[in-house]
């Protein structure tokens, strides 16, 4: 089923949140790879290959924290679930907040994946997005701590 799912497919056509949870569950297993690693890596390669369609802004004019700070819809972009918001914290840090998840470990994961690699994309030179509480493990929503390097100016 996940297989036919994935020939089906056009390019940059998104697969339905039960078969991709479904996707992140089996292939760890036959690729012999982590699974958490696995599902930020595929996050990192969607978020490269479709950021610029969705936002074609100049990278001269993105900035991690205002990235952040719009989200909401910049996730409407990628997923169908959840709530989010974001909080900063300071200047190389906000906290990103996501409510009604799927409560799927992996998912998180991609989601940590992809936190990083949007932050990176507009103009960190490092980033990295700690998974702090979780609704999986039965917390009342996801805390995403995304911190970043500023990329060196010229």
């Known amino acids: 089923e996940v297989a036919r799912a994935l020939t089906d497919a056009a390019p940059l056509e ?7 949870s479904t996707l992140l569950s089996i292939a760890p297993e036959k690729l012999g790879r982590d699974g958490n690693r696995l599902a930020r890596e595929i996050a990192r390669a969607t978020v490269r290959a479709s950021f610029r369609r969705f936002f074609p802004a100049s990278a001269a004019t993105l900035v991690p924290e205002r990235t952040l700070s719009a989200i909401r819809n910049v996730w409407s972009r990628y997923h169908s679930w959840g709530s989010l918001t974001s909080m900063p914290v300071s200047t190389t840090e906000t906290v990103v907040r996501a409510t009604q998840t799927p409560r799927d470990h992996l998912l998180c994961a ?4 992809m936190l990083e690699q949007l932050v990176i994309l507009s103009g960190a030179r490092t980033a990295v997005a700690d998974h702090e509480t979780c609704e999986s493990r039965g917390d009342d929503a996801c805390l995403f701590r995304v911190s970043w390097e500023r ?3 010229t």
């Open 110 to 113: 991609w989601t940590a994946g």
């Open 14 to 20: 998104w697969m339905s949140t039960d078969m991709f």
């Open 151 to 153: 990329a060196a100016t």
